[in-house]
Structures are given as structure tokens and as C-alpha cells.
């Protein structure tokens, strides 16, 4: 379902090329055990929601593979840390969270097209991978906590006028 087994394939075949990439794994759960052995792959199987942050705001892409996922707050999390977005089409938060200034979109269940558009990350220019952190930044900045609030009270406001 979150296309972990295609990310692992395509990061395999790109580290053949790439070795100063790393990819950091956090989460837990029965694939586990399909993460190769590698200095260029670090696995954790559980950080808080400060910790995570931590590792996004010192990486530059966030990647989530998934065969389907309708809004994972993932991306939106990521995109408060200024990642660039590496999605599968069917990632359901891509109309609100990418604007193809900030993400390199792949088709899902596909360990080609991932290593494609991780392949296509690294051809990025400095100025390119500044451009993406501000435009996650601001895309982000469409889903914080005072926005919400905004929201929230208008909609309390016009039940209550009802």
C-alpha cells in the first residue's frame, strides 16, 4: 500500500551510481525486514513527530511511494520542513501541496519511474533545490494551525447564524 517494497528496489539500483545519496527510513512494520544492509540507508523504527521534523529539515526530499493515500499528513509535514516532494501520482494531497516547483510526480507500483524521478532530484541545480524549499514553504503555509482556526470559527459562526 505504500509502495515501501518499490522504494527499497529503486534506492538499491540507485546507489550503484550515487553513493553520496542516503535515504532514512522511519516507521515500523513487517517490511522491516526487506531494508538492505547498506551505509547509505538508515533505519529507525520509531521517532516522535519533533524527531522526524529534525531529520526532514535536514534533507532535502521527502519521498512517499504509496499505491494509494488520500491525504497523508506526511507531505503536508514535509512541506513545513521545506523538503522537495518526490509522490506517486495517487497521492491524494498533490492539487493542495505540489506545484511542480516543488515535487517530481512518478507513476505508482513502478520501482522504474521512482528510480526515474530520483535520478531526475539529483540533476537539480542549487538554485532549482532553493526554489523547491520555498515553494513547499509556501504551500505549506496554506495548512497551519491559525488558518485553521480562521476556518473553524467562520464555520462555528455561520451554524450559529443559521
Known sequence: EKGFEELVSAFKI????????KLIIVG????????????????FSFKTPEEIAIFMKKSRFLVLPSHSD???LVVNEGTLCGCGLILSSVVGNIPELSNGKNSIIFKPSSSES?????????????TDLDNMYQNSIHLSS?????????????????????
Open 14 to 21: 540507485f546507489l550503484k551510481k550515487n553513493q553520496n545519496w
Open 70 to 72: 488520500h491525504w497523508p
Open 142 to 162: 496554506n495548512y497551519c494551525i491559525n488558518d485553521w482556526i480562521v476556518k473553524f470559527e467562520s464555520i462555528i459562526r455561520s451554524v450559529h447564524s443559521s
Open 28 to 43: 515500523n512494520g513487517p517490511l522491516k525486514e526487506i531494508i538492505p544492509k547498506h551505509d547509505c540507508i538508515e533505519y
Open 114 to 126: 521512482l528510480l526515474r524521478a530520483i535520478e531526475k532530484s539529483t540533476e537539480l541545480s542549487e
